[in-house]
């Protein structure tokens, strides 16, 4: 079936009338501020027909409504809620960067009012709610990046090919990020021992599409990274990557920081939503707290060159300085601002600092004390309180990745003076620390990729040099099989 842009949703048979979406209000209702009730009803009710001598500031005429999980179906406090996406979104859902691709269901049509609602659980709502939080992950980081846009590795020499997002790309407990492909994959499984009739989808799981979102992206920015003949620690960054854009994406949601403040009290240590990574999915495979979890203790020596375990290690450390930041600037602004917008402008403060850190590093085999460096250098330009550089020292160090360039004794025996803008220990605010140990297999082994994502499983990643990913620009699939090619010219030559 073909649809056009100026075609609405059929109401028929995608579900929409089981959706309630709030009607939007004309705007001149209920404006008669200090006006009594009986007054402002009576206002209310002639409301429209009022003349408006001076005129009101015309809104933004572009954006969309979107039903999305704030987290998946299985996190019910969250639920499924109304997103607003404020750029222009044609039927498909498609937009200048994204596209969405599901057999005999797309292009998904919007609504008369512009938008994309459908009840949960059909492939319609599966369409929309993919390519929403593909759509915010990008836009958090557009934010991040000055506005500009963030190519994908093949928008080179003016080539604007889209991303295209396949909400249900096939059979498997999987998703996956190919540059080869272009594209965004999300499987869908029925778990061991339960009925056909239950079927997990990965791109129902905010944190997944997230995560794989973050693989696209930092291919983009630094196309060498996803080799692997990089160092394992350069893939554990590409897999932390995507949980941390899981992380900050949640937080860059009023709801979602609102939710998890009153959940934990503001402890970013309780255990909650915001630190188990893709409930649903992990809990299907017999993971009780979901497939990862970023609040972690996890130290390098403890997770040899298995690059899954290695990236928990950097997303630790993160979220270890998110909760410092944090519980710091909470205290600090405790009588001038609700801990929500603190919550709220830390995690965008240090989403920014990871983002600009991972631009400035190497372009290939980049580890993890490039990234803290970077860290605490871009940091003290921008006059950050020394404690937060304190805060990123010490969790490094901690996790032995760096040098303890302080004393860690006042961390480990709990007497770090939380509350001191200047605190650094024993006095030197450096920002430059050297790596622990040299000689660790995260650094020197061959990456073990076996318990990564399906981004990290890819033949393209695996046999493509870093040299070759790093030069940008869309890969083929004889470039994959560029060894073997080579063999054969010889053999037939
Ligand atoms: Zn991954």
Redo the contacts with the bound molecule.
Sequence with gaps: MEIHQQDFQDRRGTGTMDVEVPAQRPASAGRVSGATAAVQAAVQAAAPAVPRPVPIPAPIRTGHRFLIYKQDPSVAELGARLAFVPSVVLNGPTDARVRTVLDGVTPVARNVNGDFVFAAGTPQFDCAHTFAVVRQALAMYERHNGGRPIPFAWNVDGNTDRITVYPHAGLGANA??SRTAKALKFLFFTPEGQPQSTVVHTCRSFDIVA??T??ALLDGLKPGWLAADCPPQTGGL??AF??LTAIFLALAQPDQAEALVALTKGNLHDKSFLADVAEEFGRALGMPSGLRNCDNDLKLSQVGNEVHGI?QVFTGAIYDVLADVCAFETARQRRTKDPTLVLIEVAAELCRLVFDAIVASPATGARYVDVANEMLRISAGRGHPPIYRTFVRNRFAVREITTAATSLTDLMSGRMRMTDADYTGDGRDVTEVEQLDEHSASLRAEQDRTR?????QMPEYQVVSAEKLARHGSLEDDDILHDDLEELREAFG
Excluded: A
């Excluded at 990564?452 to 990290?456: E, F, P, V």
């Design positions: 996956f990020y995560h794989e973050g693989h590409h897999e995507g949980d990236s990564c994502c399906g981004t990290m």
